[in-house]
C-alpha cells in the first residue's frame, strides 16, 4: 500500500469513530493538534496513559460492587474520577454508558450499576480496539514517509502541503487589544502578544484579594492552557512535574492568603520556559490547580499544606474528586508514590478547566 492510500485509509478510520459515536470530534482533533514533529505519538501516548489509569478506576469500581452493603456515593465518586480521564481523549460512548451507570447510583439501584458498569466495559475494550488499528494505521503512513525522505523524496507535494496548511493554520493575521484596537501589523502583533502574557504570568506575592478581583476569567484560562500544553508535552529530563486538581467544597472566596503565599514560599512550581516565572497554583472562584514537581519532597509538603490549611477553615478538599496528571517524563514508581501519599487518582490529562476545554 502505497504512501497516499495510507493517508486515506488513516482518515477514513479517523472519520469512521467520530461518525460511528466512539468519538468526540471537537476533543479528539484538540488531542491530535497538540501533536507535532517534536512529539509525533502524543495522541498514542495520552490514550496509552489513560487506558492504564482505566485498570486502576475500574478496580476500585468493581471492588465498591462487591461491597456490603454498597455505598452508592463512593461508587459514584469513582465512576466520576474515571469518567474525566474519559473525558481527556473525548470518548462518547463510554461517556454515554458512565451518565447511565451515575443514574443507577442516584436511585441506589444496584443491578442497574452491574448491567450499566458491564456496558461501560465493554465500549471500553471496543474502543480499545478500534484506536489500536488507528494508531497502526498511522505508524505505517510514518514508516512509509520516512522511507521516501530517505530516499530523496524531501520536497514533494504532500510535505509542502502539510508545512504549508500548518503554518496558516497557526498564523495569527490580527488580534483586537483590550481598548478595542485592532492590530494587524505582525511587529504590532507580536509586541501586543508579549504584553499580554508578561502582564498575566506577572507573579507578586499578594497581601489582599484585589489582584484576583482584578483579573478575568480568561486570563486564568490562558495561563492553565499555557502551563498544562507544556507539562503535558515534557517527555524528556530528569524532572518530572504534575498537576492537581482540586475539588474543594467551597468557593474560592473563603482562601487565604496565608496559604497561597505557603505554597508559592514550599514548592518549586511549573514552568513553561527557562526565562519564564514558576507557577504553584491556579485559584479561581471553586477551580483550583496546583503544580509542583512530581518527587517524595513536593508530594509531602503539598499533603503538608492542604491537611494545616484544611483544620483552621471552612473549606474542605474532597481527595476522592480530586485528580493529578504528571509530565511524560516521570517514572511509574515515583507516580505509584506520589499517587500513595496523596491519595488521589491519576489522569492521563486534565480536560476543563473553569469550564473551557484544556486539550
Known sequence: MNKNQLQRQVALMRSSLIEQGYLDEQQFLQ?????????PNFVEEIVTLFYKDSHRLFHNIEQALKSKPIDFTKLDNYMHQFRGSN?????????????QFKEFCLAGNAEGCIRAFQRVKQEHETLRMQLETYFKGGTLLEAEIESGMMAGDRNTKYFHNKASLRKKK????????????????????????????????????PTNE????????????MISFELLHSLFKRNNGTRGFMALKLDMSKAYDSVEW???????????GFRCSRAGPRVTHLFFVDDSLMFARANGSDTETIKHILLTYEAPSSQKINFEKSV???????QQVD???????????SVASHDKYLGDYLQ
Open 31 to 39: 488531542l491530535e493538534d497538540l501533536q507535532d514533529d517534536a512529539n
Open 87 to 99: 473525558s481527556s481523549i473525548g470518548a462518547m460512548k463510554v461517556k454515554n454508558e458512565c451518565n
Open 170 to 205: 497557526n498564523a495569527i493575521t490580527k488580534i483586537m487589544t483590550k481598548s478595542s484596537q485592532k492590530l494587524c501589523v505582525e511587529e504590532e502583533i507580536v509586541g501586543e502578544v508579549e504584553r499580554y502574557f508578561t502582564d498575566i504570568f506577572q507573579i507578586t506575592n
Open 210 to 221: 484585589q489582584i484576583q478581583r482584578g483579573r478575568s476569567i480568561h486570563d486564568n484560562i
Open 258 to 268: 496565608r496559604f497561597l503565599a505557603k505554597a508559592k514560599s514550599e514548592l518549586m
Open 324 to 330: 493529578i496528571t504528571f509530565s511524560l517524563n516521570v
Open 335 to 345: 507516580k505509584d508514590g506520589v499517587l500513595r501519599v496523596l491519595g488521589l487518582t
